[in-house]
């Protein structure tokens, strides 16, 4: 069974960055694309930015270019997101999701931009 | 405003046919296959349809996905009151550097 568990969401102030994990298992990890997509709270999904199974290949929604960074760490089955220059507008959702065409998902973890 | 065009909501009785649109252009569905995601209430989206029209292991026959030219359709038949659900369709857009986009959701009641 393929599981994919999403941490490291909480409450950040303006200006603030923040670092997601997501911890997959059931699959081989260092095959599979990998996705971060975000819903904001009574919004729909926006997929925020995806990374091929070797890193080489990236990819950023514009609203989080330059601010946003994906990496993994296929030894340890990772992925990651490290967030910085938090907007409130950034308030979300944050779901991992795997395989090209993400179908695979994680449940979530909450990201919280406030001051 | 989401680059995928999706209706707000749709509505049909039980035991009824109902088509959920999704309209693009040229640099995504015109040129790529479309997924769909159900996300029930307050769980994680579920990929339901890909490559337009294929069904993923454990997905029931009731849900069928189409494509043509720019634009994509998710049906459902036989529907049930589990399938009251948020429905997306997504693709690849070309355009730019190139990105994913979902479309603006459909809100799917059972009556």
């Known amino acids: 069974e393929v599981q994919l568990l999403e941490s490291g969401g909480g409450l950040v102030q303006p200006g603030g960055s923040l670092r997601l994990s997501c911890a997959v298992s059931?699959?081989?990890?260092?095959?599979?694309?990998m996705h971060w997509v975000r819903q904001a709270p009574g919004k729909g999904l926006m997929w925020v930015s995806r990374?091929?199974?070797?890193?080489?290949?990236?990819k950023y929604a514009d609203s989080v270019k330059g601010r946003f960074t994906i990496s993994r760490d296929n030894a340890k089955n990772t992925l990651y997101l490290q967030m910085s220059s938090l907007r409130v507008e950034d308030t979300a959702v944050y779901y991992c999701?795997?395989?090209?065409?993400?179908?695979?998902w994680g449940q979530g973890t909450l990201v919280t931009v406030s001051s | 405003q989401s680059v995928l065009s999706q209706p707000p909501s749709a509505s049909e009785t039980p035991g009824q046919r109902v088509t959920i649109s999704c309209s693009g252009s040229?640099?995504?569905?015109?040129?790529?296959?479309v997924n769909w995601y159900q996300q029930l209430p307050g769980t994680a989206p579920k990929l339901l349809i890909y490559?337009?029209?294929q069904r993923p292991s454990g997905v029931p026959d009731r849900f069928s996905g189409s494509k043509s030219g720019t634009s994509a359709s998710l049906a459902i038949s036989g529907l049930q009151s589990e399938d009251e659900a948020d429905y997306y369709c997504?693709?690849?857009?070309?355009?730019?550097?190139?990105?994913?986009?979902f479309g603006g959701g459909t809100k799917l009641t059972v009556l």
């Open positions: 040229s640099s995504n569905i015109g040129l790529n296959s």
């Open positions: 990374i091929s199974g070797d890193g080489t290949n990236i």
């Open positions: 997504a693709t690849w857009d070309d355009s730019l550097n190139g990105f994913w986009v």
């Open positions: 490559s337009n029209n």
């Open positions: 999701a795997a395989n090209g065409g993400m179908g695979y």
């Open positions: 059931g699959v081989t990890f260092s095959s599979q694309w």
